[in-house]
């Protein structure tokens, strides 16, 4: 993706363009890391319960303060946490050690040289390169970027993502449904995929098994899509809308060895990147997750394109279709001892087991069956 500098308040989840070079330091001056009084430490060296030591308060700095006065030898000044530090002082007695008096305080204990003092860019020093290209944009680094003073940062911008479901079964939700048709879910949970992984989604109304109508539908749009992910109409049925709106016209569309999402098709059309899932939405999502997900992340600069995995012991035996690559959905505790449970049967309609698994089993081409106990490698979903 192209790098675009965007404010702040967008980059969550972005990905760095450049280094990030401190154009100041942090903190920027000498600040109170305490509520109290700045002193000389030498001025209250042997103060104790016992024989307090007592100081002319000379002023009051709350934080925000820009004017001040250099501490005199033999007075305080009272500071609040985050207060510049006055020239002259190099210690903090903290409020509770004192009597809190704003005439003539009252200190009872020491303060050695530096204590509760924040010294200027303890933190970061002006010119240091704080943030490398490439890094992850959270909630740490944006709040580290806007306290080094940035409004804006140079990142890759969120690829803009095309959804469009077919099929002449497809029925919007809210609508009455009649017998042979089912509400269009493909197209909110594609679309909701995208947004997850960073990307902007523009769901499209569903079309017909109709070329002429799905060529209508996306004609318009084209011109701002950087990838068109569709569902549905890929199979070997006599109406397979999308194979026959896109075959000869840049895109591929072939069997992969894996289960589900055995139908697929991928290429270009006028230019834009295509993918085209699978219809049975399980075998929609498993095909975002396997291949759509990498490739957005990788576009968006992102170093790991994968999803974590782990290890674990399967509580029930189950079986694998020989010489496909098959993706059952689970449930993984890591808590006790790190398991996966199988949710549901490997049908690739089953779309409330989808919605309860955290995980997807992947079990490889030459595995047809795993018993209790066998270890297997899980996919996860969440987080
Ligand atoms: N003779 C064959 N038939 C099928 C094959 C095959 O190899 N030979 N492959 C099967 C497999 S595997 C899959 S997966 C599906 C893929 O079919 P399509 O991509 O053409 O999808 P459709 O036929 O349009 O729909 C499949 C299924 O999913 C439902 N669907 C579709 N879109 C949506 C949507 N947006 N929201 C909710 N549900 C949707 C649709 O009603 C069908 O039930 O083909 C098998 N057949
Ligand atoms: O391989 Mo299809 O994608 O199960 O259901």
Redesign the pocket.
């Known amino acids: 993706m192209p790098v675009r500098r965007l404010p702040l308040a967008d980059c969550l989840g972005l990905v760095l363009a450049e280094d990030l070079v401190a154009p100041i330091s942090l903190p920027p001056f000498d600040n109170s890391a305490m509520d109290g009084y700045a002193v000389r430490a030498a001025d209250v060296a042997g103060a104790s319960a016992a024989e307090p030591v007592e100081l002319p308060v000379a002023d009051d700095i709350p934080a925000g303060r820009v004017d001040l006065v250099p501490l005199r030898p033999g007075t305080a000044q009272r500071i609040m946490t985050g207060a510049a530090l006055p020239a002259g002082a190099d210690a903090i007695v903290q409020v509770e050690h004192t009597d809190g008096d704003t005439e003539l305080v009252t200190v009872f204990a020491p303060a050695a040289d530096g204590l509760h003092v924040r010294r200027a860019a303890s933190d970061v020093a002006a010119g240091a390169r704080v943030l490398a290209a490439g890094q992850r944009l959270g909630p740490a680094q944006l709040g580290l970027a806007a306290a080094l003073g940035c409004r804006e940062l140079p990142v890759r911008r969120r690829p803009r993502v095309l959804v469009l ?3 002449s ?2 029925v919007e939700p809210g609508e009455p449904l009649r017998p042979g048709q ?6 909110v ?1 594609l679309a909701a995929a995208v947004r997850e992984v960073g990307g902007e989604a523009e769901l499209l109304r ?1 079309v017909p ?1 109709d070329v002429a109508a799905f060529h209508a539908t996306i004609a318009g749009h084209l011109a701002d899509a950087d990838v068109v992910i569709t ?7 006599a109406y ?4 026959d709106a896109f075959t000869g016209r840049g895109v591929e569309f072939v ?1 992969i060895a894996m ?5 697929q098709g991928s290429g270009r059309y006028e230019g834009v990147p295509v993918v ?6 399980v ?2 999502h498993v095909s975002f997750e396997v291949f759509v997900r990498p490739a957005l992340r990788a576009a968006m600069g992102h170093r790991v394109t994968d999803r974590p995995t782990a290890v674990a012991r399967i509580t029930a035996a189950i079986t694998s279709p020989a010489g496909r690559r098959q993706y059952r959905r689970g449930a993984y505790d890591p808590s006790s001892g790190r398991v996966v449970t199988p949710v549901g049967g490997p049908g ?2 089953l779309l409330s087991s989808l919605a309860i698994a955290d995980c997807l089993i992947e079990l490889p081409e030459d595995v047809t069956a795993v018993g209790v106990g066998d270890e297997v490698t899980v996919i996860l979903l969440e987080g």
């Open positions: 479901s077919t099929g079964e497809l089912i509400y269009e879910s493909n197209g949970m569903f098994d569902s549905g109409g890929v199979s070997a049925g397979e809308v999308v194979k069997k289960q589900p999402g055995a139908p085209t899932l699978p219809g049975n939405p075998s929609a690739s309609h």
